[in-house]
């Protein structure tokens, strides 16, 4: 059932018939204004980690080293600017403060119909304010919707042709994840491409620094081997897996958000950012251990 938020751009909603009783702890990180976040992060918000050139990698901004990342995402996936006319519609789930949306539509120009879930209700404001200032109204379909929920999402008759998981499914717990993806392989066309970004840990990983709070609703880490199962029990299949970006990489990005954190509110910031500028420095710590990394996964439906 799809109802209409009261907004300046109204939001469709997809009211939910299972449960998730660790939404409101992934919605409370997300509350805050994101100019806060504009702050720290750049503009546009790009937060999936970073590609960077070496040797000089504090050349590049996380805004600028996020978007080599996902440029370099969806060229694994076998999608270039100039060769995108099959891609008639998209689907992001999670899709943050929608930068991604943005990017889509000038990497996509044949594509009209671009959707995106999200839970946060402050970030589909803030997706709807620069997706309209872009002209972009009649292009993207903003949803607040559980990722478990997508089998929900109008039109199943026409299959999407991409899918992104960028990030999103760091927040799902193991229920939720296969959820999701279930019901993710169920709205794919065939040959249609998933496309995943997400931190994944060493099995036995213990966090360097002792976690005294649930940093920024992380608290159901997933191992290489129990993500793969995943997707394989919902009929993905992997097409390409791989350390993106390296550690290396990685542990620059968190190194400039952590200075970022610290140059924008100095020795107090507000809890949430607290909690980011703790995870950066736990990050850097952890992936020069090796007990954790960012994978990149290109999958597509059985």
């Not at 991409?162 to 717990?173: E, K, N, Q, Y």
Request: hydrophobic fraction near 40%; proline fraction near 6%; charged fraction near 25%.
């Amino acid at each position: 059932m799809v109802d209409i938020v009261d907004n300046e751009r109204p939001l469709l909603t997809i009211k939910s018939t299972l449960s998730d009783p660790y939404q409101s702890t992934i919605e409370e990180v997300y509350a805050g204004d994101p100019k806060d976040w504009e702050s720290v992060l750049g503009v546009p918000i790009w937060f999936q980690g970073g590609v960077y050139d070496a040797p000089r990698p504090e050349a590049l901004s996380i805004a600028e080293s996020g978007e080599r990342h996902f440029d370099l995402q969806l060229r694994l996936a076998g999608h270039r600017r100039a060769e995108n006319g099959n891609v008639k519609r998209i689907l992001d789930i999670g899709c943050g403060w929608g930068v991604e949306l943005e990017h889509l539509g000038g990497y996509f120009p044949a594509c009209t119909e671009i959707d995106a879930v999200n839970i946060s209700a402050v970030q589909l404001g803030y997706c709807a304010d620069r997706l309209d200032a872009l002209g972009m109204h009649d292009r993207v379909n903003l949803y607040l919707c559980n990722a478990q929920d997508i089998a929900m999402l109008p039109a199943p008759e026409r299959p999407y042709d991409l899918v992104l998981m960028r990030g999103s499914s760091t927040h799902f717990s193991m229920d939720v994840l296969h959820a999701a993806l279930g019901a993710t392989a169920s709205r794919m066309s065939q040959g249609s491409s998933l496309i995943i970004a997400e931190n994944l840990y060493r099995d036995g990983y213990e966090s360097p620094i002792p976690d005294t709070t649930d940093r920024l609703a992380c608290r159901y880490r997933k191992t290489p081997a129990e993500f793969l199962e995943a997707l394989e029990q919902n009929d993905l299949v992997v097409d390409d897996i791989r350390k993106l970006p390296s550690n290396a990489d990685m542990i620059q990005w968190w190194h400039d958000i952590g200075v970022s954190v610290r140059e924008r509110f100095g020795a107090a910031p507000p809890p949430v950012f607290q909690d980011l500028r703790d995870a950066a420095d736990n990050m850097e710590l952890a992936l020069a251990k090796d007990a954790i990394s960012a994978y990149s996964i290109i999958a597509h439906r059985r």
